[in-house]
């Protein structure tokens, strides 16, 4: 009787990481609506009403890389699930710390108080963690479209791009998450050097990735059900903020992945079909 129930346990957790994902996002992105077209509401709730969006932020922040790290640790074990952790983490740290100081690869660009705590009063304590999941999720995407380590890696990099076209709207003119030095961006105040950047940065967290373990083809439905998932919090609040350009080059921008994984899947998975007259 124990190996059922450890089962059932360990399919549980993954569970309720989603619906906690689910629930934080609804109230994020439901709180912003709010705050945008119910005045009379926002003057009776105050400041209670920012932290009714913050925390649930907050929360999405943290789940997220847990969701990540169960999934990995039930393919690749605990030890290299924790050694992904730490890769991804410590890159997108270090990019971040090198970006907030120095303007390189993303430009120049600053974080605001929102996300709270800051590592060297540069880069809230959760981004890098953010770095760490949406990287996983990529690559798992990518490898569901590709065997080869050199195609993942770029493929995946070039998904991560596609992500920050749904993010940085949200969270630069949804909300002040972050915000650029030079507001005269070519998209809502953001950069082409950022798109630069993102690509180099997800190429180097998916190259340490693929040399980790061996992502296996069969995870692209978990990693999509995630994917679209988080990324209704951007696109809520796109949607929030009546930015219709973002919303629609976001939505399509997220979709590409998990229509590609799709396409991919079906048509080595599913046989042809064989003319009735070959049968015999």
Not at 267 to 274: D, G, N, S
Request: hydrophobic residues 55%.
């Amino acid at each position: 009787m124990s190996a059922p129930s450890n089962t059932l346990s360990r399919q549980a957790v993954p569970r309720l990481l989603l619906i906690l994902l689910a629930g934080a996002t609804t109230v994020s992105v439901g709180g912003t609506f709010l705050l945008v077209y119910d005045p009379a509401l926002v003057s009776l709730l105050g400041r209670s009403l920012t932290w009714f969006i913050k925390v649930p932020t907050l929360l999405y922040l943290t789940v997220l890389p847990l969701i990540a790290l169960a999934w990995s640790r039930s393919r690749f074990g605990v030890g290299r699930s924790i050694a992904l952790l730490l890769w991804g983490s410590a890159i997108g740290l270090g990019a971040e710390l090198v970006g907030t100081t120095t303007g390189w690869p993303f430009g120049l660009y600053a974080y605001s108080d929102f996300l709270g705590l800051k590592v060297l009063g540069h880069v809230p304590l959760l981004v890098p963690l953010s770095w760490y999941a949406m990287s996983m999720l990529a690559v798992v995407l990518s490898s569901s479209v590709t065997a080869r380590p050199v195609g993942r890696v770029l493929l995946a990099a070039f998904y991560m791009v596609c992500w920050d076209l749904a993010l940085d709207p949200a969270m630069v003119a949804g909300w002040p998450v972050w915000l650029w030095s030079d507001p005269a961006g070519i998209y809502y105040g953001m950069p082409a050097m950022n798109l630069v950047g993102w690509f180099l940065t997800a190429a180097l967290i998916a190259s340490g990735f693929v040399r980790l373990v061996d992502v296996p083809r069969d995870g692209a439905p978990w990693a999509s059900r995630v994917w679209l998932l988080s990324a209704t919090l951007p696109l809520g609040l796109a949607a929030a903020r009546q930015m219709w350009p973002a919303l629609l080059v976001g939505s399509v921008a997220v979709a590409m992945p998990v229509l590609l994984a799709w396409y991919v899947h079906h048509r080595v998975v599913t046989p042809p079909a064989i003319p009735v007259g070959q049968l015999q």
